[in-house]
């Protein structure tokens, strides 16, 4: 063997070591990526509460307005960037009440649909401060608005203390306007000791929701648990898991009911606050992770306390972009809002 012969036989045998070096280093360049990959969480779905006021004073509320902040509009996109990154799909954003701040929402989602690029954006709110021309400029970046509504007597909504008796005018107006512009109309419904006998059934049957979240009223000490320090007591509303379940019998034949008792609920929501922390659920508190400001996606969602499993059994995942509307359906949709 010459001398040349044996330097390129050197230099093939040190890049083939370096090469397996690199691939043991930098596991995403490899085929076995997801093999890798498989450890950490994916943040598919988050509910960014960048809030925590609101207008109303929902009694049972279990995200109390403990502070006025919001994050900067660069810090908050600083985050969702991160998230997207690490898998995020869809945005979820809650409060508090969203619509207080509607240039931040609108920027928000902005961002979410046109530089992220997420599946889906949604927003859930309490629906008493909802403009149909804000509507109308931002439903190409919005694909499910949540409106929350407990009962269609007022008299109950005010004694849970959902406004001051126009909650279920608003809902019937917000649903058309969705049906109008082709944004995907969602409800949700907290089960609670004022409401668990109430037959909803008419007004499902009208309001058409594409899906229907009744969830149990759930107790958190820190947030409504009644204990001091704490804004709401929320114990008066509680109700048994057979109660629960006897409001969802009277509704079983509505096709987008989604039940969530408290043991489906409680680990399976990512939820990110207005310090950009996930709120870890798991002891009946809500226990802050560190800042996605600070520390990276993988550290804060180990911090979370959020089931992933749960997350899928509960059917996390579902046709959550919106599509595009049929005018003629829609126009003989539009008539059973005339009540
Ligand atoms: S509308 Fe929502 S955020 Fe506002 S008080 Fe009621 S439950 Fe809480």
Known sequence: MTEVSYILISLFVCYVIHALLNIYKHPKHTNSNHVFE??????????FHFTRKCNYECGFCFHTAKSS??????NAKQALRKLSESGMKKINFAGGEPFLYPKYLADLMNFCKNELKLESVSIVSNG??????????????LDILAISCDSFNEETN?????????HT???????????Q?????????????????EDMNKHIEILAPFRWKCFQVLILENENGGLEGTLRDAR?????KEKFEAFVKTHENQKSLVKEPNDVMKNSYLILDEKL????????????????????????????????????????????????TNSCTEANDLKKFDW
Do not use: M
């Open 69 to 74: 902040d919001i994050p900067t509009i660069e």
């Open 38 to 47: 498989k450890k950490n969480k994916i943040p598919i779905s988050v509910n």
């Open 158 to 166: 005010i004694e849970i203390g959902r406004g001051l008796g126009q």
């Open 236 to 240: 008066r509303f509680e109700i048994s």
């Open 181 to 197: 512009l082709g944004i995907k109309f969602k409800l949700n419904t907290v089960v609670n000791s004022l409401n668990w006998d």
């Open 169 to 179: 005018e608003n809902l019937y107006e917000i649903a058309k306007w969705c049906h």
């Open 128 to 141: 008493s401060k909802i403009k149909r021309t804000w509507l109308q400029k931002n439903r190409d970046n």
């Open 277 to 324: 922390r996930f709120l870890n659920c798991t002891e009946s508190n809500k226990v802050p992770s560190e800042s996605l400001l600070d520390v990276d996606v993988d550290t804060a969602l180990h911090q979370a306390g959020w089931d992933e499993n749960a997350f899928l059994q509960r059917q996390g995942i579902y046709n959550w972009s919106k599509t595009p």
